[in-house]
């Protein structure tokens, strides 16, 4: 595999290849098997995969949550060198490289901006919008693969390229989990030892409240993930929202659920100091 942090590098492998088409597969590092999932099926759809690898500061809406995210770029290239081809390549651009000017673009997603994730974390998906937009702006993928896992974050991908006419295949892809159920991800290795151990209880929860829901309503499944989510010590409920995987249109009642549409629980949970968030389709 290459590896290059200029976007010349990146263009010249990429035209030296001759290979389309290309997959992209964006990410902020500190790999695990999660991501090692979305570099594999983009090996298996394309002859080129392009994997970034970039810490992007403009997501971030707390200071010391982009100062505390964890960067392990060695062990990164190990990962992607035992998954990786030899046209395929690793972009890993310092900050001025992607933004040499402050990025001032605004972008607006409709319901998907008024729900979940982008209430707590104001201006979040904005910097999602800036950087894979600019991501496809310099690769210019065929297809471009993100986890299920960040669910509100994959609908507003879907509508960034739905509004910007990109002609990109976006590609959901499956939640990796470890052995108790806890959803794989870069913050889990952030996580104290106990609470790592209480952190099983997220998914464990959210497979109850889907089956609960069969007999009872959403105000009691609300409130029993709360109950379940709070018992373990420095556990505290974020939300926990039912929702359809288009609008993300939060639903109160059972009644309003439409036969035709899916529709998913999304959970956010503070584990001690560390934000996670999980789903399940209900
Ligand atoms: O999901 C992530 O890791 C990031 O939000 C992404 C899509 C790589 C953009 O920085």
Known sequence: MKVTDTIKGLRKHISDSGLSPLALVPTMGALHNGHISLVEKAVGECPITVVSIFVNPTQFNDKN?????????????????????EHDVVFT?????????????VFTFGNLDNVMEAVHRPGHFNGVAQIVSRLFEIVAPDIAIFGLK????????????????????????????????LAMSSR??????????????????????AAMLQNSDIPETKQYV??????????????????????????????????NMKYFGCIAV??????LIDNVEI
Request: charged letters at 35%; a neutral charge.
């Open 65 to 85: 949550d982009l100062k505390n995210y964890p960067r392990t770029l060695e062990k990164d290239l190990e990962m992607l060198g035992k998954v990786l081809g």
């Open 93 to 105: 651009p310092p900050v001025e490289e992607m933004y040499p000017e402050e990025d001032r673009r």
């Open 150 to 181: 960040d669910f509100q974050q994959l609908a507003v991908i879907r509508e960034l390229v739905k509004q910007t006419g990109n002609k990109v295949r976006i590609i959901g892809s499956p939640i990796i989990r470890e052995k108790d159920g």
């Open 188 to 209: 889990n290795m952030l996580l104290e030892p106990a609470i790592r151990k209480d952190a099983a209880i997220i998914y464990k929860t959210i497979t109850s409240a």
């Open 226 to 259: 709360k109950n379940e989510i709070e018992k373990p010590e420095n556990f505290e409920l974020i939300y926990f929202e039912i929702v359809d995987d288009e609008q993300l249109i939060p639903i109160k009642s059972k009644r309003e659920m439409n036969k």
């Open 270 to 275: 503070k584990a001690g100091n560390i934000r």
